[in-house]
Structure formats: structure tokens, C-alpha cells
């Protein structure tokens, strides 16, 4: 489905952002799959994937907290002159849970700039190459407490929001150029962030789940390949749920 393909996946060390990398790359995608700092244990689960599905996979590391950092980071992959046709802004943090009275505005900020603002950033370098092209797709991972308001704090579900809004404005600016913009909004899925929930909230999101289980991160991630790829040619602007029924 992705064959010739070259995509940019942030938070591939684990989670959903891993998930989404192995099917890229079983797709015949080639990728650039940023973590936040590239260890020689991710180079060589790199170099073993790439070989397993004869793509080429370049690990990438910056700080997404670092919007110095992003843009060395953008440059290196722009300097190959390999054209980024896929963008899945997948990382994203969630932070201590505490009520909103109680919530640092530090803390909020940071969620704010980690889940939202830093995807803006690097989207809006990457978009530029896109636009010459006439083509690219960009998928945005959002939440459903972006869309609900719950499960979460509200820091992370005011910068899952945020990316919703976003997602809506960018595919109308960016469908002259044929680019088109998409998220996918998960809900509890088997993940180390997912894990953070108190039992309580585990069990209060569950018993109203329709399907009554957690979801696996490939769940996500073939959605997630479906908005990367052309069967989803006519769609932008979309937000799809991949929550078990709610």
C-alpha cells in the first residue's frame, strides 16, 4: 500500500508510534522513524526491520521540546533530497494526574507545547516540501478525550482538542496543494501511556467501551496506514475513532 512511499513517524520507540513503523514498513514504506534520542538497541531493531521488509528505515532523534532541535532535524532529512510524502505526528506525552485546581501551569504548558505546539512546528516545515510536490498526507494522533473531554487530565485533553481544530483548518489550506490532513482518535489502547491511568479510571473508561477490552496498538496503526494511503484518497479534515464503541 506504500510502496515507493517515504514517511516521517515521530515516536517510534514504542506504543503506537512502533506499531505504525512495523506496518509502514511491512507496506513497503521507507521512513525516517524519530525518537527522541537514537540508541544503538533502536538502530539495530532499525537496520533488522529494514532488512525483514527490504525498505530502507532512518532513525532520527531530536527533542520535540526543542524547537532548535526540530529544525536540525528537519534539515538532515531535507538535505537527503528524499521527498517526505507521509507525516504521522504520533508523540505526544501525558502528564501526572492532578485536578485542574491543582495543576501546575507549568505542567500544562508543557503538555501544550510537547502534544500540540511542537507538532504545529514541525508540520509546517514539513508541509513546505510537501506543497512543491502537490502531494503529501499528514496524520495527527489525537484522543478521544480530545473529542469528550475524558479520560484524561485537562492539559492532555485541551492539546488532543487542539490538534482536532487544526486538523479541520489545515485540510481546507492545504487541499490546493494536495495535501491532505487526517487524525485518528484513539481510545484506552495497551500502551505504557495508557498504563498511566489509575485503575479506577481504567475500569470507569472499560465498562464503557461496547467492545469491553483495551485496544492493541496495531488496531491504531492500520487506521492510521489507511489515512496514509491512497484508498483513503478522498478524505481530509476527518477525525476517526478508534475507541471499542462508545
Given at each position: 500500500?506504500?510502496?515507493?512511499?517515504?514517511?516521517?513517524?515521530?515516536?517510534?520507540?514504542?506504543?503506537?508510534?512502533?506499531?505504525?513503523?512495523?506496518?509502514?514498513?511491512?507496506?513497503?514504506?521507507?521512513?525516517?522513524?524519530?525518537?527522541?534520542?537514537?540508541?544503538?538497541?533502536?538502530?539495530?531493531?532499525?537496520?533488522?526491520?529494514?532488512?525483514?521488509?527490504?525498505?530502507?528505515?532512518?532513525?532520527?532523534?531530536?527533542?520535540?521540546?526543542?524547537?532548535?532541535?526540530?529544525?536540525?532535524?528537519?534539515?538532515?532529512i531535507l538535505s537527503r533530497k528524499i521527498p517526505v510524502d507521509i507525516l504521522v505526528n504520533n508523540a505526544g506525552i501525558v502528564s501526572e494526574n492532578h485536578l485542574f485546581q491543582m495543576t501546575p501551569m507549568e505542567q500544562i504548558?508543557?503538555?501544550?507545547?510537547?502534544?500540540?505546539?511542537?507538532?504545529?512546528?514541525?508540520?509546517?516545515?514539513?508541509?513546505?516540501?510537501?506543497?512543491?510536490?502537490?502531494?503529501?498526507?499528514?496524520?495527527?494522533?489525537?484522543?478521544?478525550?480530545?473529542?469528550?473531554?475524558?479520560?484524561?487530565?485537562?492539559?492532555?485533553?485541551?492539546?488532543?482538542?487542539?490538534?482536532?481544530?487544526?486538523?479541520?483548518?489545515?485540510?481546507?489550506?492545504?487541499a490546493p496543494c494536495g495535501i491532505r490532513v487526517n487524525g485518528v482518535a484513539p481510545g484506552l489502547i495497551e500502551t505504557d501511556m495508557g498504563k498511566m491511568m489509575s485503575e479506577e479510571m481504567t475500569r470507569q473508561t472499560l465498562?464503557?467501551?461496547?467492545?469491553?477490552?483495551?485496544?492493541?496498538?496495531?488496531?491504531?496503526?492500520?487506521?492510521?496506514?489507511?489515512?496514509?494511503?491512497?484508498?483513503?484518497?478522498?478524505?481530509?479534515?476527518?477525525?476517526?475513532?478508534?475507541?471499542?464503541?462508545?
Amino acid at each position: 500500500m506504500l510502496k515507493e512511499k517515504n514517511a516521517l513517524i515521530t515516536g517510534c520507540n514504542r506504543g503506537i508510534g512502533k506499531a505504525t513503523l512495523e506496518v509502514f514498513a511491512s507496506q513497503g514504506a521507507n521512513i525516517w522513524a524519530h525518537v527522541r534520542k537514537v540508541t544503538p538497541m533502536f538502530e539495530a531493531y532499525a537496520v533488522d526491520l529494514a532488512k525483514k521488509y527490504g525498505v530502507e528505515i532512518w532513525p532520527i532523534g531530536f527533542d520535540l521540546a526543542d524547537h532548535e532541535a526540530i529544525k536540525t532535524g528537519i534539515k538532515e532529512i531535507l538535505s537527503r533530497k528524499i521527498p517526505v510524502d507521509i507525516l504521522v505526528n504520533n508523540a505526544g506525552i501525558v502528564s501526572e494526574n492532578h485536578l485542574f485546581q491543582m495543576t501546575p501551569m507549568e505542567q500544562i504548558r508543557h503538555v501544550m507545547e510537547i502534544n500540540y505546539v511542537s507538532p504545529m512546528f514541525l508540520t509546517q516545515l514539513i508541509s513546505r516540501s510537501m506543497a512543491r510536490k502537490k502531494q503529501g498526507s499528514i496524520v495527527f494522533l489525537s484522543s478521544i478525550a480530545g473529542l469528550d473531554g475524558d479520560p484524561a487530565q485537562l492539559e492532555y485533553s485541551a492539546s488532543k482538542a487542539a490538534l482536532v481544530g487544526a486538523i479541520k483548518k489545515l485540510s481546507r489550506e492545504f487541499a490546493p496543494c494536495g495535501i491532505r490532513v487526517n487524525g485518528v482518535a484513539p481510545g484506552l489502547i495497551e500502551t505504557d501511556m495508557g498504563k498511566m491511568m489509575s485503575e479506577e479510571m481504567t475500569r470507569q473508561t472499560l465498562n464503557a467501551v461496547v467492545m469491553k477490552r483495551l485496544g492493541k496498538p496495531e488496531e491504531v496503526a492500520n487506521v492510521i496506514l489507511f489515512l496514509a494511503s491512497g484508498l483513503s484518497s478522498f478524505m481530509t479534515g476527518q477525525i476517526i475513532r478508534v475507541d471499542g464503541g462508545r
